[in-house]
């Protein structure tokens, strides 16, 4: 019922930046807040962070915040991750995802709807 595509994935030096884009369709009206997580080769799914699709309430993964910057338009039922300093260890497929519960963000299990990823590969 709720559809997600991901862009703006590719290859960039250490360092370098990359915005990623979520476009939401489908029955969005459903949607209470929006995340993203990433999937690195040989390791599990891990949160990167999420945003109240009605609010403007944003949680990080620790490691990460201060680096990358998560953010939405409403208007155009699409949310951004703005990813700076990039490093080679930030190499993964990112994936954006939907949720239409107040349970924890930074599950997987939480989220039913997801896209199908943005491959993001940082070079040393």
């Known amino acids: 019922q709720v559809q997600l595509v991901e862009s703006g994935g590719g290859l960039v030096e250490a360092g370098g930046s990359l915005r990623l884009s979520c476009a939401a369709s489908?029955?969005?009206?459903?949607?209470?807040?929006m995340g993203w997580f990433r999937q690195a080769p040989g390791k599990e799914r891990e949160f990167v962070a999420s945003i109240a699709w009605s609010g403007i309430t944003t949680l990080y993964a620790d490691s990460l915040k201060g680096r990358f910057t998560i953010s939405r338009d409403n208007a155009k039922n699409t949310m951004y991750l703005q990813m700076n300093s990039l490093k080679p260890e930030d190499t993964a497929v990112y994936y954006c995802?939907?949720?239409?519960?107040?349970?924890?963000?930074?599950?997987?299990?939480?989220?039913?709807?997801w896209g199908q990823g943005t491959q993001v590969t940082v070079s040393s």
């Open positions: 489908g029955r969005t009206g459903s949607v209470r807040s």
């Open positions: 995802a939907a949720r239409s519960t107040i349970l924890s963000p930074k599950i997987p299990a939480n989220y039913p709807y």
